[in-house]
Nanobody, 120 residues
Framework: QVQLVESGGGLVQAGGSLRLSCAASGRFFRINVMGWYRQAPGKQRELVARITSGGSTDYADSVKGRFTISRDNAKNTVYLQMNSLKPEDTAVYYC??????????????WGQGTQVTVSS
């Protein structure tokens, strides 16, 4: 099993910044992709950003230029630096990992979610 533990959410004013962290632990062979999704009330969960083990990144158009995803492979940790936050960024943010297990199968795991609230 793999556990993803998120931290760093909270309340911030529009224009402010927050940094989310997500650490993976457990038994696995390798983590291929780590990323962040978010879900606002009444909306579907959507991709925010993701990063491969090689460092390739992918961002939602709505956060390009404001958010930066990074990863520390040695610590199995992914970060999301969020700058110039807007009220529409308010959502529960979920960490995601696509893992190669010790039996060499591929599985997806999710964190418990962390609330980000941006006030206007």
């Amino acid at each position: 099993q793999v556990q993803l533990v998120e931290s760093g959410g909270g309340l911030v004013q529009a224009g402010g910044s927050l940094r989310l962290s997500c650490a993976a632990s457990g038994r696995f062979f390798r983590i291929n992709v780590m990323g962040w999704y978010r879900q606002a009330p009444g909306k579907q969960r959507e991709l925010v950003a993701r990063i491969t083990s090689g460092g390739s990144t992918d961002y939602a158009d709505s956060v390009k230029g404001r958010f930066t995803i990074s990863r520390d492979n040695a610590k199995n940790t992914v970060y999301l630096q969020m700058n110039s936050l807007k009220p529409e960024d308010t959502a529960v943010y979920y960490c995601y990992a696509r893992v190669i297990t010790s039996s060499l199968s591929e599985s997806d795991y999710w964190g418990q979610g962390t609330q980000v609230t941006v006030s206007s």
